[in-house]
């Protein structure tokens, strides 16, 4: 069964600094993986989509790399600011029905 | 822009009630997702619909029953509810039937419904 792992469960940060958030996963079968933010209290908003044959995805100061030999993600944030303070989570289509398999999140805090 | 949108999202409900959890999507998607979310254990599939009158059970479907009369609604309903079914519930849509081929592809999230059964 498709296990995902998000490390670390939480950072804080000073403004302006770039950080990673890391996403693993134990089975290297998966169609794609979305990364999410959530804000206290709200549901989830989607950040970045990368298929399983493409390497990574860029919006704006977010980075999404995707490694399926080494069952990795990393979502790359640059110039971290106040507003990016959230909680993100990885997930992953892991079969043809189309539902996600969720990491229980990274909780973010950048400090003016 | 896809939009979800959730009945309520705040609900306190009684043990024993029925509760009915309604979720919209306006964009013609053939996919929809119910999920819980709770500290330390994260989100969790319920169940989910490929197509009207279509249900599948997900990860934890105990407890819970789903109905989709209408390709754009989803419900989730608790029978007889209890207060280990306390928690936040979101809904999601996706537009291709099965999830699309493989790749996959952007599930939409509703705000969340969070409930409290006392």
């Known amino acids: 069964k498709q296990e995902v792992t998000q490390i670390p469960a939480a950072l804080s940060v000073p403004e302006g600094e770039n950080l990673v958030l890391n996403c693993s996963f134990t089975d290297s079968a998966i169609y794609n993986l979305q990364w999410f933010r959530q804000d206290p209290g709200k549901g989830l908003t989607s950040l970045l989509l990368i298929q399983s044959s493409q390497r990574e995805q860029t919006s704006g100061r977010l980075n999404a790399s995707l490694d399926k030999s080494s069952g990795r993600s990393t979502l790359y944030i640059a110039a971290s600011q106040p507003g990016d303070s959230a909680t993100y989570l990885c997930?992953?289509?892991?079969?043809?029905?189309?539902?996600?398999?969720f990491g229980k999140g990274t909780k973010l805090s950048v400090k003016p | 822009d896809v939009k979800v949108t959730q009945s309520s999202r705040y609900l306190v409900k009684r043990t024993g009630e029925k509760v009915f959890l309604e979720c919209v999507q306006d964009?013609?998607?053939?996919?929809m997702f119910w999920y819980r979310q709770d500290p330390g254990l994260g989100l969790r599939l319920i169940y989910f619909?490929?197509?009207?009158?279509?249900?599948e059970k997900g990860d934890i479907p105990e407890g819970y029953s789903v109905s989709r009369e209408k390709k754009e609604r989803f419900s989730l309903i608790l029978e007889s509810a209890s207060t280990n079914q306390t928690s936040m519930y979101l809904c999601?849509?996706?537009?291709?039937?099965?999830?699309?081929?493989?790749?996959?592809?952007?599930?939409?999230f509703g705000p969340g419904t969070r409930l409290l059964v006392l």
């Open positions: 999601a849509s996706s537009l291709t039937k099965g999830g699309g081929a493989p790749g996959g592809e952007t599930q939409y």
């Open positions: 997930a992953f289509h892991g079969g043809s029905q189309g539902n996600l398999i």
């Open positions: 619909s490929y197509d009207v009158k279509m249900k």
């Open positions: 964009m013609d998607h053939e996919n």
